[in-house]
């Protein structure tokens, strides 16, 4: 049998993220910091461990069959893949930044300056949308440092938490390109990678619309149920059980994660005692 072939990121948060999302999504991955390649156990796969920047080359190439980039990846340096699905993790923005004491406030205060930046085609169309022009100096890597060498007015790079910014006595001025894990294949998958491709879109679907939801139970009186149901709509209806003690009733039901705190204080006002809210591991519509 076949194995489809995934390609993620050799190190870092994206990495991370990536390894978890298919441990969740039953892929038991015995990695080991370093290696290269791992071939999974209950499940059909082989993982590459790459360059982020490289992955989407080996996936038009042909070379692996999936990858997980960052989508700034795509932005920075499209190639012929096929983005299937957001992940949701990894999430940045492609900022610009400058000195603390930098006057440069706004984006229109760019036009003229010198960027440094890893990311020259993502800066210049932006530049170009803005009706702005700069003089781009293209660094790989610690981009943070060029201000203080003199090397450059500005930078553009990614930001996260911005820790790495205020280290570097920067401040962010304007976001302009948002960021994160996604899922993409190449062109030409034979069938039989394709149904191992549609199973693992599957799993990966099933595990994110869970981390969305929240499974919520509760015990109320039973003259309560249609102010509880209006309450609860859940997927289609709150499941409705009758408890031992007579005129109670148990109520299961689904919750938005954001809107847990709102409907748990409501359901107590409607009267629900024993209130359990408890994570999804899968959900499958």
Known sequence: MKRLIIAIQKSGRLQEGSLELLKECGLKVDYRNGQLKVITSDYPAEILFLRNSDIPQYVADGVVDVGIVGSNVLEEEPKHVEPILNLGFSRCRLSFAVPKTSEISQVSDLNGKRIAT?????????????????????ISGSVEIAPSLDLADAIADIVSTGNTLFQNNLREVFSFLESEAVLIKGADLDQEKQELLDQLVFRIESVLAAKEFKYILLNAPKQQLDRICEILPGMKSPTILPLATDGWISVHSVVRQKEVWQVVRQLKTAGAEGILVCPIEKMVS
Not at 120 to 138: D, Y
């Open 118 to 138: 890893s990311y020259p085609n993502s800066v210049r169309r932006f530049l170009a949308r803005e009706g702005l022009s700069a003089e781009i100096h293209t």
